[in-house]
RNA sequence: GGUCGGUUGGCCGAGUGGCUAGGCGUCGGUCUGCAAAACCGUUUACGGCGGUUCGAAUCCGCCACCGACCUCCA
């Protein structure tokens, strides 16, 4: 399997080639939502990113098995305390629901959402509910390795002896000691020896919504156990990719290494990848803060902040358009200019399916294709594959006007270029697409539109201009080039 | 306070020690019966102060500001 593909690994802070463990197969997990509301424009980040990289690899040949769990148990409102309340219960709560019917209605959502973003969906997508006995299990090879321990029907993980032998803290950089001595004396519980240990097992309250058997206690999982079960049971016990939002880089993905290496004696993850925050106003977008925006309020415009409503593919471009480590500020202002942008992309592509082909070229199509793999090998530099992308779409609209020249092979190579990096690889489909029957449609617009040459032919204005204003009204552009004209819809 | 990252033109965003991505917007032009689109050009860049260098937005130092993480967050 050859490439020259690079990735950026938190772990190590550089970038570095990607080699698999076992080609052609690659294995990669990446953190899925916790399914208690609405997904937000910070879901659709590491959704699209992700996705991203997934068809690039897919496109590279590999045989990817991606797996994306969901969270559906655990995941407290106050994890440092180990006390708060399950999300899910809580909504549960508010809605009046069974916790599971809280996390059908919002995974139903978010798998709606993600369609619409036109991510391809994971080989698999494990529960945290699925999978308690398996997490059991885990907790029991810790406990034998020595590396957790049992409080009053809760197990918890020792991250001080786990510090005295492995590196606690590699990932985000943190030092423990340090972190030791600034963290707040703990009130009430005192289950747990150190204020950073967490939770593997959590013995649940008297009247607590989610509960599973187990031999410490009736209880329930703690969440970061469940990423490092769910990714050893499906892609081994070292696999290559592990991915997520940087916000979940301290404790979550810390954690999860620390499981995962107690039990295992090594590291299971070979390359960390994480994308960056979408921030609103420069600041992060975010559910605690308040400021953040529904997927389903983006598309129907439905929102305070929004001028209008934004369409999945525009949301998936303007997120293609930044680099996936860097932060990416929202505002109407860039949404708009996104949506122009993806409209001038999407034109050309049809633009090429009309060009005549000349027989001398102009353009150097292979070196645009080159460019296109050098951008996405150097750490999925999607910004810079977009620009070679307009390169192109400035050559085929020359070639409409003339300026340029393109033969019947350069437009067949530039079809193949855009269906590659345009439709496989950045997931950009035409959103116009699929409306009304094609064949009828098109030969009754060749009809009409031959009316209107001649009309305009005998300089029968009134009468061309009546035709491209009914048309207009059916929600059809025309335009008029040098010989003859051509039509979309709006 | 600790750790890490950022500060690029009206907006969003790439980037490399020297050849000034790209998109959107603005303005002008070409084309056009008109319109739209397209094409060509234009517009104001690299937070501040020093330093290294023949040459720095790109390397180093200091300062200022912003953000993320250190509770849950994609």
Not at 24 to 47: I, N, Q
């Amino acid at each position: 399997m050859q490439n020259n593909f690079s990735i950026y690994n938190s772990l190590t802070r550089r970038k570095e080639k990607f080699e698999p463990l076992n080609p052609p197969f690659v294995g990669m997990y990446v953190c899925g939502p916790t399914v208690y509301s609405d997904a937000h424009l910070g879901h659709a980040r590491p959704a699209i990113v992700f996705d991203l990289l997934y068809r690039y690899l897919l496109h590279l040949g590999y045989r990817v098995r991606y797996v994306r769990n969901i969270t559906d148990v655990g995941h407290l409102q106050d994890e440092e305390a180990d006390e708060g309340e399950d999300k899910i219960i809580r909504q549960a709560k508010k809605e009046k629901l069974e916790p599971m019917e809280v996390v059908q209605k919002y995974m139903n959502t978010y798998h709606r959402n993600m369609s619409q973003l036109n991510t391809l969906p994971p080989s698999i997508e494990p529960r945290a509910t699925g999978h308690i006995i398996e997490q059991q299990e885990f907790i029991k090879k810790l406990l034998q390795s020595g590396f957790a321990y049992e409080a009053n029907g809760s197990v918890y993980f020792d991250v001080v002896k786990y510090s005295e032998k492995y590196n606690y803290g590699k990932l985000s950089g943190r030092v423990l000691d340090e972190l030791l001595q600034e963290s707040r004396e703990l009130e009430g519980r005192e289950d747990k020896r150190s204020p950073f240990d967490f939770a593997l097992w959590k013995k649940a309250d008297p009247g607590h919504l989610m509960k599973w058997p187990s031999q410490w206690s009736e209880g329930y999982p703690g969440w970061h156990l469940e990423c490092s079960t769910m990714s050893i049971k499906y892609l081994g016990e070292v696999f290559d990719i592990h991915g997520g939002g940087m916000d979940l880089m301290f404790p979550h993905h810390e954690c999860e290494i620390a499981q995962s290496t107690a039990a295992l004696g090594r590291e299971s993850v070979r390359y960390w990848i994480h994308n960056n925050m979408i921030t609103i106003n420069g600041q992060k977008m975010a559910r605690s803060l308040g400021n953040f925006i529904t997927l389903d309020e983006v598309f129907s415009g439905s929102h305070p902040l929004l001028e209008q409503p934004y369409s999945p593919m525009t949301v998936r471009f303007f997120i293609l358009q930044a680099h996936y480590r860097s932060t990416l500020d929202f505002s109407n202002e860039a949404l708009k200019g996104a949506e122009k942008g993806l409209e001038r992309l999407m034109k050309a592509a049809i633009t090429l399916d009309r060009l005549k082909p000349s027989t001398d070229s102009t353009v150097n199509v292979d070196e645009i294709k080159t460019k296109c793999y050098e951008a996405l090998d150097d750490d999925l530099n999607s910004p810079v594959l977009l620009a070679q992308l307009f390169e192109a779409v400035r050559l085929i609209n020359s070639a409409r006007e003339g300026t340029e020249k393109m033969t019947a092979s350069d437009i067949a190579k530039m079809k193949e270029l855009f269906s590659v990096f345009v439709k496989d690889i950045l997931g950009l489909i035409d959103e116009s697409a699929g409306r009304g029957n094609e064949k009828i449609v098109s030969g009754l617009m060749k009809l009409i539109l031959d009316i209107r040459h001649e009309a305009r032919q005998k300089k029968d204005f009134a009468t061309s201009d009546k035709i491209r204003e009914e048309l207009s009204r059916l929600g059809i552009t025309v335009r008029d080039l040098k010989d003859g004209a051509e039509w979309e819809f709006e």
